[in-house]
């Protein structure tokens, strides 16, 4: 009743998951004339190691594949959002319907893509090697200036059989994690008039910043600073409805776990534009895993996040 929802002793069901993944992906790449370039609105995953998510116009990002089971796992959890799973998940057969109902609070789903070297229209892009990324809507494509916060949720970023190792270090990245269930891994705010704002308007605040903020009070006025001033009374309203009906979600759910997964926030920070609302959407599903009474740790941090806006909220208005 533990463990990765793909199979991961059937090197054939595997290798069959990508292979229909990468065919799904090529009718996209099919209808697109324009090239590859570096995504620009990424907050989180940003480590020297890691390739870069790249942009596809009109309205899709790529997100670099892992080399290791991360990557059969992530494809695999959209398989089973999308429904399109076959028979590796005899198993999970009576939560497909539970699998179905997330389909609305994750990004839209295209399959995997194989990307030559050469095809980049770009130098920034480290390493020789091709590489596959899977293809996903875009979430920033509807706003002008997005402004972005990545926060991962749940009061442990490592899985219950992790090695002691990672356990060690990922636990050592914010011991608060554990109080507040969540930690901020990246965010940006546009507001060009702020001194620390870069040439392109956004301030920027990295995972370092994230695991800076050690006490409630700190944390508090990070989401303070992500709010700004664009944020309103009525965008935090949607924002908090939206993450209520994701907690109905994991209120509901008594069979999987959500490890290192996040839940991420955009809104436009173009004062000048007519907005579109804010979007709260759940990403990053490499180690979503199946996990008897479902989890209190994302639960935790869905209660923190909302208490804590509800909180700006309220003080705002008096
Ligand atoms: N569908 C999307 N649309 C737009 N931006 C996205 C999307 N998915 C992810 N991002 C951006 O990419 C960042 C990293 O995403 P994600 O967590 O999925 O990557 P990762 O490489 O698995 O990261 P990590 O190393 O933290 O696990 C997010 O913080 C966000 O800025
Ligand atoms: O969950 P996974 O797939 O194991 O991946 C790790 C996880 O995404 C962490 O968020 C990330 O740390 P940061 O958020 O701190 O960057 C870490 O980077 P690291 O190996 O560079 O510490 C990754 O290895």
Redesign the pocket.
């Known amino acids: 009743m533990s463990g990765p929802l793909t199979n991961m002793s059937d090197g054939k069901f595997q290798l069959e998951l990508v292979n229909r993944a990468i065919d799904r992906g090529a009718i996209i790449l099919a209808t697109v004339s324009s090239g590859l370039v570096p995504?620009d609105?990424?907050?989180?995953?940003i480590?020297s190691h890691?390739k870069i998510?790249l942009r596809l116009e009109p309205s899709y990002?790529l997100?670099?594949l892992r080399l290791d089971h991360r990557k059969v796992r992530e494809i695999g959890f959209y398989d089973l959002v999308n429904d399109l799973a076959d028979r590796s998940n005899q198993k999970l057969s009576n939560q497909k319907d539970l699998f179905s109902s997330l389909s609305t609070f994750v990004?839209k789903y295209y399959g995997v893509a194989k990307v030559k070297r050469d095809q980049l229209d770009t130098s920034a892009v480290t390493g020789e090697e091709d590489a596959e990324y899977i293809i996903?809507?875009?979430?920033?494509r509807n706003y002008s200036k997005p402004c972005?916060i990545?926060v991962?949720m749940g009061t442990q970023s490592f899985e219950p059989d992790a090695s002691d190792e990672k356990k060690l270090k990922e636990a050592g990245k914010y011991p608060q994690q554990t109080d507040f269930g969540l930690r901020i891994?990246?965010m940006r705010v546009y507001n060009p008039s702020n001194a620390n704002a870069n040439d392109d308007g956004y301030v920027h605040y990295s995972k370092h910043f994230g695991r800076s903020l050690n006490t409630r009070c700190k944390l508090k006025e990070a989401f303070r600073a992500f709010i700004g001033t664009r944020g309103n009374g009525e965008s935090i309203s949607n924002v908090l409805e939206q993450l209520e009906e994701i907690k109905a979600w994991f209120l509901k759910n008594n069979y999987f776990g959500f490890y290192?997964s996040?839940i991420?926030i955009v809104y436009e920070g173009d004062e000048d534009k007519e907005s579109s609302p804010p979007i709260v959407?759940m990403?990053?599903f490499?180690r979503v895993r199946r996990q008897r009474g479902g989890d209190e740790g994302y639960l935790l941090g869905l209660n923190t996040l909302a208490t804590l806006l509800h909180e700006i909220v309220c003080e705002s208005q008096n």
């Not at 609105?41 to 995953?45: D, E, I, K, R």
């Not at 996903?136 to 920033?140: A, I, M, P």
């Open positions: 995504f609105a990424q907050v989180g995953g480590s890691k998510f990002v997100k670099p990004p996903l809507e875009d979430l920033t972005i990545d991962k891994v990246g290192s996040s991420m959407k990403i990053d490499a």
